[in-house]
C-alpha cells in the first residue's frame, strides 16, 4: 500500500504538515495509585511511564497497542484533563502545565475529545441544539446567530439542520456520532483526539464516519490524533504512528512504513499474527505483563523470541532510524522529522529481516489485527 492508496482512501487527507509541532509531551507519566481495604496504598498502575512524542500542526499521528497499554490515559494526558506525575506538555510552543484554571479553560477552546461512545458523551436531557450551542455560549463564539451556526455545524457533518430539535435517543450510533464531533467542532479547535472514535459504531457506518473525520481534517486544517484499535482506520487517515506497549512507546514511523517494513520484534509479531503466516502466533498468546510491575529492562522481553540477557539488565532506548535523506545520508530522528523511523529494542539492526507483507496477504492481515486489538464491543447502531 502506498501513500497515494491511502491518500485515496480517506479523500485525500494527508497533506504536507507544517514541521512545527502543535502538542508535544516529553517523558510524560501518569500512575494511578491503587490501596487496599484500609486504605493503605498498595503500589501503582504505571498507565503512562515516559512517554514523548511530537504532533506537528495539520498532521495525524495515530496511537494503536493492546487494551490496557495506556492510550486513553496519554490522550487525556495531552489534553490536560488528567494531571501527569511528570514531564512537560506544550500546545502551539505553550507551557500548558502551567497554566491556570481560567487560563487552561480558556485553551481548552482549541483542544477538544471525541469518545467511543457517542451515547456517553450527549446529555440525554439536551436537545442537539441545546449541545452545540453549549460550547458557543461557553467560549463566546457567534453571538446573536447561534443558532444559525448549529445548522452550519450540523451540515458540516452531514445531518439536517432541522434535526436540531431532536433529543439524541431518537438518533442512530452513526448519526449520534456526528452531532459529537460537530459540538466539538462548535468550539473551533485546532487540535482533536479521537479516543477509539468510530470502535463503536457498525462496520458499515464506520466508513462513513472515517471518510467524514477524513474531510473534516483536510478541510479545516485540523491537527487529530487517533486512538484506535483498528489498524484498517489507522492506515487510512493517519500521517505517522506510534505503537504503545505497557505504558511506554516502543515505535514510531510513517503509517506506511509500519505497516511495510515493521522494526519492532512486538510490532512484527502484531503483523505477522495470522493465520498461516508460521509460527509468528504464538508469540502474542502470552498475557500481557501487570503494569503493576512491568518485567525489568525492555518491558517485551517476557514475549519477544529474540530476548537476550542484555534485555533483562538494560531498557532499550527508542532509536535507531536509517532513513535516508535524498542525497543518500543517514539522518538522526531530530532532522529526519517526519519520516523518523525508531523503534525502542537493542537488537533491532541485527534482527532476522521482517517477512515481507504480500498485498494480498495485507488486508487478511489487517483484519486479524483488528480483532486482535478489539475488545467485546457492541455495535451500537
Ligand atoms: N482512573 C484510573 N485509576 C486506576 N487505574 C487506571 C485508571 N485509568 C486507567 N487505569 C489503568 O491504566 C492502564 C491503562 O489504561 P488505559 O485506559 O489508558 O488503556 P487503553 O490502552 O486505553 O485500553 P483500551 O484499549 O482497553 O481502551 C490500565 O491498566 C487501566 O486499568
Ligand atoms: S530489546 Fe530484547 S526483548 Fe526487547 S524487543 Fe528487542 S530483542 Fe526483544
Ligand atoms: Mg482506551
Not at 512507546?249 to 493465520?275: D, K, M, N, S, W
Amino acid at each position: 500500500m502506498t501513500a497515494s492508496d491511502r491518500t485515496s482512501a480517506s479523500e485525500g487527507v494527508n497533506r504536507p504538515p507544517s514541521q512545527a509541532p502543535l502538542l508535544q509531551l516529553d517523558g510524560m507519566v501518569k500512575h494511578f495509585p491503587f490501596r487496599d481495604s484500609l486504605g493503605r496504598k498498595r503500589g501503582a498502575v504505571r498507565a503512562v511511564d515516559g512517554v514523548s512524542l511530537s504532533v506537528p500542526q495539520g498532521s495525524v499521528l495515530a496511537i494503536v497497542g493492546e487494551s490496557g497499554c495506556g492510550k486513553s490515559t496519554l490522550g487525556r494526558l495531552a489534553l490536560r484533563l488528567i494531571e501527569p506525575d511528570g514531564g512537560m506538555l506544550r500546545f502551539d510552543g505553550e507551557d500548558v502545565l502551567a497554566l491556570g484554571p481560567s487560563a487552561l479553560r480558556a485553551k481548552r477552546r482549541e483542544m477538544q475529545l471525541i469518545f467511543q461512545d457517542p451515547f456517553a458523551s450527549l446529555d440525554p436531557r439536551m436537545t442537539v441544539e441545546a449541545a452545540i450551542t453549549e460550547p458557543l455560549i461557553l467560549h463566546r463564539l457567534h453571538r446573536g446567530r447561534e443558532r444559525a451556526r448549529v445548522a452550519e455545524l450540523l451540515e458540516r457533518v452531514g445531518l439536517r439542520p432541522e434535526l436540531a430539535r431532536r433529543w439524541p435517543h431518537e438518533f442512530s450510533g452513526g448519526q449520534r456520532q456526528r452531532i459529537a464531533i460537530a459540538r466539538a467542532l462548535a468550539s473551533e479547535p485546532r487540535l482533536i483526539i479521537g479516543d477509539e472514535p468510530v470502535s463503536a459504531l457498525d462496520v458499515s457506518v464506520q466508513a462513513q464516519v472515517v471518510n467524514l473525520l477524513g474531510d473534516l481534517i483536510r478541510d479545516l486544517g485540523l491537527t487529530f490524533v487517533l486512538i484506535s484499535h483498528d489498524l484498517g482506520v489507522v492506515r487510512q487517515i493517519a500521517d505517522r504512528v506510534d505503537v504503545m506497549y505497557l505504558g511506554r512507546i516502543v515505535e514510531e514511523a510513517p503509517a506506511e512504513q509500519i505497516f511495510r517494513a515493521p522494526r519492532h520484534p512486538y510490532t512484527r509479531a502484531l503483523l505477522a499474527a495470522v493465520p498461516g503466516q508460521g509460527g509468528a502466533l504464538k508469540l502474542l498468546e502470552g498475557d500481557i505483563p501487570s503494569p503493576v510491575s512491568p518485567p525489568s529492562g525492555c518491558r517485551f522481553r517476557t514475549r519477544c523470541p529474540y530476548a537476550q540477557d542484555l534485555c533483562a539488565e538494560q531498557e532499550p532506548e527508542l532509536v535507531g532510524d536509517a532513513v535516508r535523506s535524498a542525497e543518500g545520508e543517514a539522518r538522526s530522528r531530530e532532522s529526519a522529522g517526519q519520516t523518523a523511523h525508531i523503534a525502542a529494542c537493542h537488537f533491532q539492526d541485527s534482527l532476522p529481516a521482517a517477512t515481507p507483507i504480500r498485498e494480498a496477504a495485507a488486508d487478511a492481515r489487517l483484519a486479524h489485527l483488528q480483532s486482535f486489538f478489539s475488545t467485546n464491543r457492541e455495535p451500537i447502531a
